[in-house]
């Protein structure tokens, strides 16, 4: 996979939006935020410039003709027309370009040789991308495609071929882009975004098609809701954008739904279509337009200030260097000797591991509360409910849940496989639980859905999804924004920070050595040893010192 030094901050649409200026020209898209921003009202849809590939030469060589259709996956527009035209016409028709795309890098690819008309190519795949658009990284075995030739009018053309198509990995984020298909959490406070990889040429109605008729991740199935009934669908084969409003044509008893479930259906579409040219969403059944408004929705956004505790106490950091407090956390937290903080997303508790390895809930108000005093808790973490998340980093499925009123949950059966943890965080929106483990034997990110009751209490965490495989042990992680995570781990003799997407490729730069935490939101930021850095770029720079704790934000009071 391509690897490009850039600011650790933001989203992946940013850096996909520079590779495809990079390498084709492609114009790019929003840079804020998880989910793809779409252009202010007026605004004119910059142009798409796409890739043209080469059609099939007259007196080509089988093996010509494979390579052409291999190159022309990377020209999406009318369903993969030009490479369609590498395919004899008796087989066009059964041929389904969008059942996914096997990326690879073009350099490995061996041809073989054509015997009895079949011919049969190896790719090293680094990742997949299924039907649904949902991406996951591979470790680089070979896979081979077989294909099978004839003359059509005296030109060689395939007869056979797998579905879906082949791209480079430096191919891939010049015809594909994540688009972020908006889910509710179960108490539809916050919306979760479950990213997927589209081709730009069909984005809209690929994104509709997905959110109405599809599903959620399946990994996600138990964490997150949709408005959208099942015996509703998505009318008309595509979303035409007229002046800039996306038409979503529904079928099915819409017009019995209430008020509440279509402010929430326009909700996901307007959130999901936040894509270059849509400006606004329509939604219309029998072609009678349905009235709907968004509804408001929780901010997961983060102070931009460092959250820290230093000699002068526990608060945000000031650009001259002086502490604001916390109201109550601050005062309960000189009573301790804090190693890691995590600060709820109302400010009414912070989640503590002490320096003797004991983890603290310390309140608002009232006195702070032992709650886990196992051996070898690793940082704990806080989520939206008040749940207190810890486990023995030498035995995940210990992992438990600690509720504000006391009590626990035990959580870390899902973690099967896994041998250790050494990092874990929930996300703002309380629905995903990430984390730096040991699996198969190999330090990886994983994350699973958080699976919760009626009343938000948790009861497990779901399937675990790989989401990379790290250079070395892992340190330190934690939520950037609500679909990517900051990773800090060793690199041989370097130390490496990593922005991890959750469903795309990483990008790496290389953190200062000696880096122990780091905490995500406007500004990324690492302490190492006593000192406070903050990327500016793709380079990290001194932004303090006297620092003993860097705490990481779960969000602001609202």
Not at 88 to 116: C, E, H, L, M
Not at 274 to 293: K, N, Y
Not at 338 to 355: F, G, K, M, N, Q
Not at 424 to 453: H, K, Q, W, Y
Request: overall charge neutral.
């Amino acid at each position: 996979m391509i690897r490009r030094p850039r600011r650790l901050r933001g989203s992946l649409i940013a850096l996909i939006a520079v590779v495809a200026l990079t390498l084709t020209g492609c114009t790019g898209f929003a840079t804020s935020g998880p989910v793809n921003a779409g252009l202010a009202a007026g605004d004119a849809a910059p142009p798409d410039f796409s890739f043209v590939p080469l059609k099939p030469q007259d007196g080509a060589s089988p093996e010509d003709i494979v390579r052409g259709f291999l190159d022309a996956g990377n020209g999406p527009e009318n369903n993969w027309a030009i490479a369609q035209l590498f395919l004899a016409p008796s087989f066009r028709d059964k041929w389904k370009p969008g059942a996914g795309v096997t990326v690879d890098d073009r350099s490995n690819r061996q041809y073989g040789k054509v015997i009895d008309g079949r011919m049969t190519v190896t790719v090293s795949s680094t990742a997949t991308v299924d039907q649904h658009g949902a991406y996951a990284p591979s470790e680089g075995g070979s896979t081979p495609l077989t294909f099978s030739l004839a003359k059509v009018g005296g030109q060689w053309r395939i007869t056979d071929a797998p579905n879906g198509v082949v791209l480079g990995a430096d191919q891939f984020a010049s015809v594909f882009r994540p688009y972020s298909l908006m889910y509710f959490d179960p108490s539809w406070r916050y919306l979760v975004p479950d990213v997927r990889w589209f081709a730009t040429a069909n984005a809209a109605t690929r994104i509709a098609q997905e959110l109405i008729d599809g599903k959620q991740s399946s990994w996600l199935g138990d964490s997150v809701v949709s408005a959208f009934p099942e015996n509703i669908s998505l009318d008309l084969p595509s979303v035409p954008i007229s002046s800039g409003v996306a038409q979503v044509e529904l079928r099915g008893p819409v017009l019995a739904l209430e008020t509440t479930t279509l402010d929430r259906m326009q909700t996901q579409l307007v959130r999901s279509l936040q894509i270059p040219g849509i400006t606004d969403v329509s939604m219309s059944s029998s072609g009678t337009p349905l009235s709907a408004q968004p509804v408001s929705t929780a901010s997961t956004r983060t102070d931009a200030r460092a959250l820290v505790d230093t000699e002068k106490g526990f608060g945000f950091l000031s650009s001259t260097g002086a502490i604001e407090p916390v109201p109550g956390v601050s005062t309960g937290m000189t009573k301790l000797s804090p190693d890691s903080v995590e600060l709820s997303a109302d400010y009414s508790a912070a989640a503590v591991r002490t320096t003797d390895g004991a983890v603290v809930r310390v309140p608002a108000r009232g006195d702070s509360k032992l709650v886990d005093v196992r051996p070898g808790l690793i940082a704990p973490t806080i989520d939206p409910y008040g749940y207190i998340w810890s486990v023995p980093g030498s035995a995940p499925k210990a992992l438990r849940a600690y509720g504000p009123q006391g009590g626990y949950t035990e959580t870390g059966g899902g973690w099967a496989g896994v041998s250790s943890v050494s990092s874990m965080a929930i996300s703002r929106d309380g629905t995903r639980l990430a984390a730096l483990v040991t699996l198969s034997g190999r330090p990886r990110v994983i994350v699973a859905g958080v699976v919760r009751n009626a009343a938000g209490v948790p009861q497990s965490i779901g399937t675990v999804v790989e989401l990379a495989m790290l250079p070395g042990a892992g340190i330190d992680l934690t939520w950037l924004d609500d679909a990517t995570l900051g990773v800090v781990s060793n690199a041989g003799d370097e130390v490496s920070a990593m922005e991890q997407p959750v469903g795309g490729p990483a990008t790496t730069t290389t953190a200062p050595n000696g880096a122990t935490t780091i905490a995500g939101g406007a500004i990324v930021r690492l302490r190492v040893g006593s000192a406070l850095y903050a990327q500016r770029g793709s380079n990290w720079e001194q932004a303090g010192t006297g620092v003993r704790v860097l705490a990481t934000q779960q969000g602001m009071p609202q």
